[in-house]
């Protein structure tokens, strides 16, 4: 039928983003920064951070709450506010610099170029659409197809996040779904325009934890099948292990350690990858082992501490990190990246722990951990 | 005669019977617990509208229905028809609502008199739904300056008094009207539809305000829908229950206000076109010998005025729930 082949060609001719050479990544972004403007001073949010993805890739940024791992997701797809806010750095996509983009340029990219699951399926929702008209609505601005088609490729799209009777569903509304049904709407929705790059921004933290593992093998398929490059964003080590390429840990704004998966999760070299690890309780633990635990609380991010951000509450500290902070620098390993004057795992690091340890350091104490706490009552 | 079909729990029981369990106090629980998500299911789906809710939405149907009918129903002619020896008397055969002071008929009045009253409580509601409707969504999806500045003027309109604000407006407009002797149904419909602008510009500001934060606004954005698109298929379905709760009780108001307006001298011409406002402005100089004037057209506009404020509260409470079950 001649308006079926006109609308197979408009869903092509829809990527009008010109695709760079392969040997340039995906995603560059250099040195991005991002503050906000408030009455107390400026919160630096995101303080000069640089990675870059391959296309197909994946990389999991892992931090703390109020890290900036959320802000610099959205700063990266150009959707923070354009009040009180300011940036600066440069982030290229297909090799196309569009860090200083407006929002109207940036329209026609989100959706069909690079696309984001939220992370409560509950609020991201339009509670009074029908998940029909919600998948459908992206493709009908994005391409010149017909309603009819758009429903077709809705249900395809339900199929394939794994929604069983999505012809059903369709006609359903937000509130008749569970959690997890939500958020595979929510990602159907995201990757209904075939984006190159997918954010999930804590995709499964509001879920139930056996749906979790669910939903981040759902995306993880569709990440391969696809061919699409996805930042992970979560506050969970757990979530990321053994399911991205390469992990970013941030501290404070900033990127402080930087590897592959493997090599992060058995070699961490920065004392806050190291503290996060051993934070995460083990079934091989003794029954009533304390639970090892970072003291303090992040910084600041209006009056920043001098020197090494993670300084007060390391267990490495030394002088030095009180003073100079250190920059992200590859090891000796080529591609594990890390910020630290006293890397764990290295004779100056060992170093630095033993004396901090006679001197009776706190964050040593809370960062052993791991003896079993004497329980009246229980043997 | 049919058997009536056992409930979940009586099924229960006859299925543990069966199986030769002893049906107990275990077994209602069970039953509880499986006959409740149906019956919350059913109510749900069902929730009837109330016998309140039914007989204002009969009022109101009947009222539109003699206004719309007007011209063909057997009724004395308003205007033109007048028994002077009659005038002033209460109701009697032929004449089942009396008289008025100028001998007219008070049912054809009052029939008649239902047309500008409800074209007056409509239409300035329905111009103001929509100019408000409008500026309120765009004040509270845009902040910055155009939300500010439209705020601003909302409270700026709603500074003056709504009555002499109307007064003036009727005044200024009517100015090509015939001198003295009333204004014009559309006059005073656009007097007030401004005075609602700012009432319901307000409320869906307000509103648009809270739902312009939620989530599922930036998810929109994020794939890519335009500002327009973002107004009008993510904010507007959120916002319109409560926009239509307050413009259901702004009809009822209205429809007051003309009347208002009509004591004020600034309503709708009485000599040639009746309304329920300016027939009781008739009356009132002869509230001791012929109460049943403006008592007839106060009940009137009574009935509609509490027809549409139950009606409005019974919408809400039909379509405002959602959020609630989520």
């Known amino acids: 039928m001649w308006f079926r082949r006109r609308k197979r060609r408009s869903l092509e001719s829809a990527d009008r983003f010109p695709s760079a050479p392969p040997d340039v990544p995906l995603l560059e972004v250099d040195s991005a920064q991002t503050s906000f403007v408030t009455d107390r001073g400026t919160v630096r949010a995101v303080d000069g951070v640089t990675f870059s993805l391959e296309r197909g890739r994946t990389l999991g940024i892992v931090g703390e709450s109020g890290c900036g791992k959320t802000v610099l997701s959205r700063s990266v797809m150009g959707l923070l506010p354009k009040h009180n806010v300011v940036r600066s750095g440069s982030v290229r996509f297909e090799g196309q610099e569009i860090g200083n983009w407006a929002p109207d340029q940036m329209r026609p990219l989100w959706g069909t170029q690079m696309a984001m699951v939220f992370q409560d399926p509950m609020t991201s929702l339009n509670p009074v659409m029908s998940i029909g008209n919600q998948i459908t609505e992206p493709l009908l601005y994005h391409f010149d197809i017909s309603s009819g088609y758009a429903r077709e490729l809705a249900v395809a799209l339900l199929q394939s996040v794994g929604i069983p009777e999505p012809d059903r569903r369709l006609r359903q509304f937000p509130h008749e779904l569970s959690g997890g049904m939500r958020q595979r709407v929510m990602i159907a929705i995201a990757i209904a325009c075939g984006p190159k790059l997918l954010f999930a921004d804590e995709p499964t933290t509001s879920l139930d934890v056996t749906v979790q593992a669910q939903i981040l093998d759902l995306l993880q398929t569709q990440q391969r099948e696809r061919y699409m490059a996805m930042i992970l964003v979560t506050h969970d080590l757990g979530v990321v292990a053994g399911r991205t390429d390469d992990i970013a840990v941030m501290y404070a704004g900033r990127i402080v350690e930087k590897a592959p998966t493997r090599v992060l999760f058995s070699q961490p070299r920065m004392p806050y990858t190291e503290a996060l690890l051993a934070s995460i309780p083990k079934l091989g633990d003794a029954a009533h082992s304390r639970l090892a635990t970072i003291p303090g609380r992040p910084p600041n991010l209006i009056h920043p501490p001098q020197g090494c951000k993670f300084s007060p509450r390391c267990a490495y500290v030394q002088d030095k990190c009180r003073v100079e902070e250190p920059p992200l620098r590859p090891g000796p390993e080529g591609k594990h990246e890390f910020a630290c004057w006293f890397p764990v795992g290295t004779p100056e690091g060992r170093a630095a722990f033993e004396s901090n340890k006679k001197a009776g350091v706190a964050a040593v104490e809370a960062r052993l951990g791991g003896e079993t706490v004497p329980v009246e009552g229980v043997s | ?326």
């Open chain 2, 1 to 326: 005669m049919p058997e009536p079909l056992p409930s979940p729990a009586e099924e229960l029981a006859t299925e543990e019977a069966q199986e030769g369990l002893p049906v107990d106090a275990g077994t209602q629980e069970i039953a509880a617990v499986i006959a409740v998500p149906g019956a919350t299911a059913a109510r749900r789906r069902k929730k009837p509208f109330g016998v309140g809710a039914w007989l204002a939405l009969g009022w109101l149907v009947f009222v539109i229905g003699i206004a719309l009918l007007a011209p063909v129903l057997p009724l004395k002619d308003p205007i033109n028809w007048s028994d002077p020896t009659l005038k002033l008397q209460g109701p009697q055969w032929g004449h089942i609502l009396g008289l008025d002071q100028g001998g007219h008929d008070m049912l054809s009045l009052l029939v008649w008199g239902a047309r500008p009253s409800l074209e007056i409580g409509f239409g300035s509601i329905a111009i103001g739904f929509v100019v408000g409707g409008t500026l309120g969504l765009i004040a509270g999806y845009f902040r910055g300056l155009i939300g500010e500045l439209l705020g601003g003027l909302f409270d700026i309109m709603l500074a003056i008094p709504a009555v002499i604000l109307a007064l003036a407006i009727v005044a200024a407009t009517s100015a090509s009207v015939t001198e003295n002797t009333g204004s014009h149904v559309t006059n005073v419909t656009i007097a007030l539809a401004i005075v609602s602008v700012p009432i319901l510009g307000r409320i869906t500001r307000a509103s648009a305000l809270s739902w312009s934060d939620r989530e599922f606004v930036l998810a929109a954005r994020a794939q890519g829908a335009s500002h327009f698109r973002i107004l009008w298929r993510e904010l507007l379905p959120n916002v319109l229950p409560a926009m239509f709760s307050i413009a259901v009780l702004g009809i009822a108001v209205a429809i007051v206000a003309e009347g208002a307006l009509a004591i004020l001298g600034a309503g709708v011409n009485a000599a040639s076109t009746p309304s329920w406002g300016n027939i009781i402005i008739g009356g009132q100089g002869n509230l001791s010998e012929a109460s049943h004037i403006v008592i007839e057209a106060s009940i009137a506009i009574f009935l509609t005025v509490l027809s549409l404020n139950h009606l409005g509260d019974a919408l809400r409470a039909r379509f405002d729930v959602q959020e609630a079950r989520i």
